[in-house]
C-alpha cells in the first residue's frame, strides 16, 4: 500500500450530508472484477447527463476543480454498502484524502485499506473549508498526516485527531495481511482449542 | 460467582480475541465467513497475487445472489459481465476449495438468508461477510457485520480481522406490538427517531418485550436494518426460540452435540447488572406501519403522517437534504402518506423475503387483484424459501393477484440484475435502502413492509393496514 504522509491539493467541495455509497459508486459499476478503473463511473448519476456528456449542474463538474485531490463533504459521508469500490472510485478519480464532519462505519475502514486518509474536523471547520473551496474554485489545503493537521495558506490551522494504529498503518504503507500474519502462532494456538462442535460450511 | 456482568456482545468478543495489545485493534478470530460474487474476486486476486491461500476454507461459503437473474434458470445470461463476475467466482471457490450454492443449486438464495437456513448461523459465533446487511445474522445471538474487500481478503488468508473494540447501545422496545405494526416497523421507527448516522461506533443490542416476541424472521428483519442506523452490528440474545429454528438444520449440531450446544448458548444473554454505553428506549404500543418518504430509511412517518416540509426542520443542512429528497422523489410537502400512488411492488431481500413475511404478504391479497396500474413482483430470499412457499401454496395466492413469482436473489433491492425501476417510477419495497438510484436510476423507493407492499398493490396507494379488511 501507498503510504499517505502529507498531501497539497484542490479542494474540491460536496455539499451534501449522508453522501451513501451507492451515489459514489452505482451498482452496475460493481461487476467488474478489476480493482482499477472505477473512477470514470465514481458519481455517476449525478455526474452525466442522459447522453453521457458532463452535467454542468454537479458541483465537482464546475470549473477550476478540475484535477482536485482533497474531497470535503458533509456529514456521514459514505453511508450504505460494504462496498470497497467506492474508495476505489474516489481515489481513482484522483482523490488522496476526504475532510468531512463524520463517516459511516465501513467506508471510513475501507479507506484506510487503500491508503486514502478520511479527516475528521468539526462541522464549523467543515463549513469553513467548504465555504473557501466553493468561493475561490482552485483553494489548496495541506493535510499533514505526521502533523495530524489540516492548512491552507489563509491562517487555517485545523488539528485533527486519528487513530495511532492507523496513523501508523498509513504513514509506513503497512500491509494488514503481513501484520497478522506476524501472529501465526498465537493463531494456530488459538484454532487448536476452538471447540469442535462449531459448525464447518463443507458438505 | 463475582465474576464481572458482562453482555452478550463483550462475551462473543472476548472468547475470540486472537491477540491484543496496547494501542492496537484486536486481532479477531472468525468462525464463519460468507462470500458472495460482488465483493470477493479482487480478495481472491489479491491472494494469488502475494501467493497467499485461503486458510479455513471449511469455515468459509460461497452462493450468488447479487448478479443473479430472478427468471428461468435454464435460459442463458444475457448479462456478459454479470455471467463473468459469477464465473469468476466458481473458478475461485474451485481453486481455493471453498463450498459454493451456485445459480444452480436448490439452496441457493440471499447469503443471509441461507446462512440462517443452513443452520450455519449460530448463537456465539463471530460471522463477517463483504456486505453491510452481514447484521442480520446478529439475531440469533452472534457478532456479525459486513467488511470491505480488503478485509475480505484478510479474512480469507488469516480466518481473523483486526478490529477495534465498538460501544455498545441497547434498543429496548417495550410492551406489545399492535395489529399491523410489524418488525419492519420496529426497525424504520428506530431508525427514524436515532437516525442514520445515530449507531455509528456501536454494536445495538436490541432487548424488551416486544423484540423477544418477535420470531426469529422478525428478528432478522431487524438485526439486518441496524447497518442503516449506522451500526457496526445488531444482535439479540438467543433463546428458546433460536434453538427451536437450529435444531435439524442441515449444518446445527445434532442429537447430544445440539442439547451441549443449547447449554453454551444459555450462557450468553447479557448479564444482569452489566451496563451499555447507551441506552434508547421505545414503546412498541407507539408504532404504528411505517412508510419512507425520502432517500434515506431515516426520513420515514408512520403511515397516518405526511410529508414533511423542508422549511419544518431546524438545521440549515437538513433543510437543503429534505428539500433534494422531495426533488428526487417528486412529492410534494404535507402529501398524506395514504394519498401516494405506487407503480410497482417489490417483496423481497435480505431484509423481508423469508417464508413468514411470504405468508403475511400472501393473507393480505388472498382473493384479490393487484391494482391495474401496479406491477409486483414477489422474489423470495432463496430456493428452499421458494420451495417452502410453493408447497404451502402462496405462489398461487400471489400469481392469481397478478403478481411476479419469481426465482431466489438480491434482485430489485439493489438492481444488478435486470429487475430495476424505470426514472420516476414510484415503488413500495420490502427492502432497505431508499438511496437514489438504488432500485434503479431516477426510481423513487418507499420502504414498508412485507404487509404494506403487498396491500399498497391492491390499492394502487399506501393504506394502513391496521383498517385492512382480509
Given amino acids: 500500500m501507498e503510504p499517505f504522509i502529507r498531501h497539497t491539493g484542490v479542494v474540491a467541495p460536496l455539499d451534501r450530508v449522508d453522501v451513501d455509497t451507492d451515489q459514489i459508486?452505482?451498482?452496475?459499476?460493481?461487476?467488474?472484477?478489476?480493482?482499477?478503473?472505477?473512477?470514470?463511473?465514481?458519481?455517476?448519476?449525478?455526474?452525466?447527463?442522459?447522453?453521457?456528456?458532463?452535467?454542468?449542474?454537479?458541483?465537482?463538474?464546475?470549473?477550476?476543480?478540475?484535477?482536485?485531490?482533497?474531497?470535503?463533504?458533509?456529514r456521514n459521508f459514505g453511508c450504505g454498502s460494504s462496498r470497497e469500490h467506492a474508495p476505489w472510485a474516489l481515489e481513482d478519480m484522483g482523490f488522496r484524502t476526504i475532510i468531512a464532519?463524520?463517516?459511516?462505519?465501513?467506508?471510513?475502514?475501507n479507506c484506510f485499506k487503500n491508503g486514502m486518509l478520511p479527516v475528521?474536523?468539526?462541522?464549523?471547520?467543515?463549513?469553513?473549508?467548504m465555504a473557501r473551496a466553493k468561493e475561490r474554485p482552485g483553494y489548496q489545503v495541506t493535510v499533514d498526516l505526521e502533523k495530524q493537521t489540516v492548512e491552507d495558506e489563509e491562517g487555517l490551522v485545523a488539528p485533527f485527531d486519528v487513530d495511532p494504529f492507523r496513523r501508523h498503518c498509513l504513514l509506513n504503507g503497512l500491509d494488514d495481511i503481513g501484520l497478522t500474519l506476524q501472529h501465526a502462532d498465537e493463531i494456530a494456538h488459538y484454532e487448536q482449542k476452538r471447540s469442535p462442535l462449531l459448525p464447518v460450511t463443507a458438505g | 460467582m463475582s465474576?464481572?456482568?458482562?453482555?452478550?456482545?463483550?462475551?462473543?468478543?472476548?472468547?475470540?480475541?486472537?491477540?491484543?495489545?496496547?494501542?492496537?485493534?484486536?486481532?479477531?478470530?472468525?468462525?464463519?465467513h460468507l462470500v458472495h460474487e460482488v465483493t470477493s474476486p479482487q480478495a481472491f486476486d489479491g491472494l494469488r497475487l502475494s501467493g497467499r491461500t485461503v486458510r479455513r476454507p471449511d469455515l468459509t461459503v460461497a452462493t450468488m445472489d447479487h448478479n443473479v437473474p430472478t427468471w428461468d434458470r435454464k435460459l442463458p445470461i444475457t448479462d456478459d459481465v454479470s455471467r463473468q463476475q459469477m464465473e469468476t467466482l466458481a473458478r475461485n471457490c474451485e481453486e481455493f476449495g471453498i463450498p459454493l450454492y451456485d445459480l444452480h443449486s436448490d439452496k441457493q438464495g440471499i447469503v443471509h438468508v441461507i446462512g440462517p437456513e443452513l443452520g450455519l448461523t449460530q448463537p456465539g459465533l463471530t460471522i463477517v461477510c463483504g456486505d453491510s446487511h452481514t447484521s442480520?445474522?446478529?439475531?440469533?445471538g452472534a457478532l456479525a457485520f459486513g467488511i470491505g474487500t480488503s478485509e475480505v481478503e484478510h479474512v480469507l488468508a488469516t480466518q481473523c480481522l483486526q478490529q477495534a473494540k465498538p460501544k455498545t447501545m441497547e434498543v429496548r422496545v417495550d410492551g406489545r406490538l399492535g395489529r399491523g405494526v410489524t418488525a419492519k416497523d420496529v426497525i424504520l421507527a428506530i431508525?427514524?427517531?436515532?437516525?442514520?448516522?445515530?449507531?455509528?461506533?456501536?454494536?445495538?443490542?436490541?432487548?424488551?418485550?416486544?423484540?423477544?416476541?418477535?420470531?426469529?424472521?422478525?428478528?432478522?428483519?431487524?438485526?439486518?436494518?441496524?447497518?442503516?442506523?449506522?451500526?457496526?452490528?445488531?444482535?439479540?440474545?438467543?433463546?428458546?426460540?433460536?434453538?427451536?429454528?437450529?435444531e435439524g438444520r442441515p449444518h446445527a449440531p445434532q442429537g447430544k452435540a445440539f442439547e451441549r450446544a443449547v447449554d453454551f448458548w444459555r450462557t450468553l444473554p447479557t448479564d444482569e447488572g452489566a451496563s451499555y454505553d447507551r441506552v434508547e428506549v421505545f414503546d412498541a404500543g407507539e408504532m404504528a406501519p411505517h412508510v419512507t418518504w425520502g432517500t434515506n430509511p431515516g426520513m420515514v412517518v408512520p403511515v397516518t403522517g405526511r410529508v414533511p416540509d423542508p422549511a419544518s426542520f431546524a438545521e440549515d443542512a437538513d433543510r437543503r437534504a429534505t428539500k433534494r429528497a422531495l426533488e428526487y422523489m417528486g412529492l410534494k410537502p404535507g402529501t398524506a402518506i395514504e394519498d401516494i400512488p405506487i407503480d410497482r411492488v417489490f417483496i423481497g431481500s435480505c431484509t423481508n423475503a423469508r417464508i413468514e413475511d411470504l405468508r403475511a404478504a400472501a393473507a393480505m391479497i388472498h382473493g384479490k387483484k393487484a391494482h391495474p396500474s401496479v406491477y409486483a413482483m414477489v422474489v423470495p430470499g432463496s430456493m428452499p424459501v421458494k420451495f417452502q412457499a410453493e408447497a404451502e401454496g402462496l405462489h398461487e395466492i400471489f400469481k392469481t393477484a397478478g403478481f411476479d413469482w419469481r426465482e431466489a436473489g438480491c434482485s430489485m433491492c439493489l438492481g444488478m440484475n435486470p429487475d430495476i425501476l424505470k426514472p420516476g417510477e414510484r415503488c413500495a419495497s420490502t427492502s432497505n435502502r431508499n438511496f437514489e438510484g438504488?432500485?434503479?436510476k431516477g426510481g423513487r423507493t418507499h420502504l414498508v413492509s412485507p404487509q404494506m407492499a403487498a396491500a399498497a398493490a391492491i390499492a394502487g396507494h399506501f393504506v394502513d393496514i391496521r383498517k385492512w379488511e382480509n
Fill in chain 1, 25 to 74: 459508486i452505482p451498482k452496475q459499476f460493481l461487476k467488474r472484477i478489476e480493482r482499477t478503473g472505477f473512477g470514470q463511473f465514481a458519481f455517476f448519476d449525478w455526474r452525466y447527463n442522459e447522453d453521457g456528456t458532463p452535467n454542468p449542474e454537479f458541483e465537482l463538474n464546475r470549473p477550476g476543480y478540475e484535477g482536485a485531490s482533497v474531497l470535503v463533504a458533509g
Fill in chain 1, 101 to 109: 464532519p463524520s463517516y459511516a462505519d465501513i467506508f471510513f475502514n
Fill in chain 1, 120 to 129: 475528521v474536523l468539526p462541522e464549523a471547520t467543515v463549513n469553513e473549508i
Fill in chain 2, 3 to 32: 465474576a464481572q456482568p458482562k453482555m452478550l456482545f463483550e462475551k462473543i468478543w472476548d472468547a475470540h480475541v486472537v491477540h491484543e495489545a496496547p494501542g492496537e485493534p484486536a486481532l479477531l478470530y472468525i468462525d464463519l
Fill in chain 2, 136 to 140: 442480520t445474522h446478529g439475531a440469533f
Fill in chain 2, 191 to 246: 431508525i427514524g427517531r436515532i437516525g442514520t448516522a445515530g449507531g455509528t461506533g456501536y454494536v445495538i443490542e436490541y432487548t424488551g418485550e416486544a423484540i423477544r416476541s418477535l420470531s426469529m424472521e422478525g428478528r432478522m428483519t431487524v438485526c439486518n436494518m441496524s447497518i442503516e442506523a449506522g451500526a457496526r452490528a445488531g444482535m439479540v440474545a438467543p433463546d428458546d426460540k433460536t434453538f427451536a429454528y437450529l
Fill in chain 2, 438 to 440: 438504488r432500485q434503479g
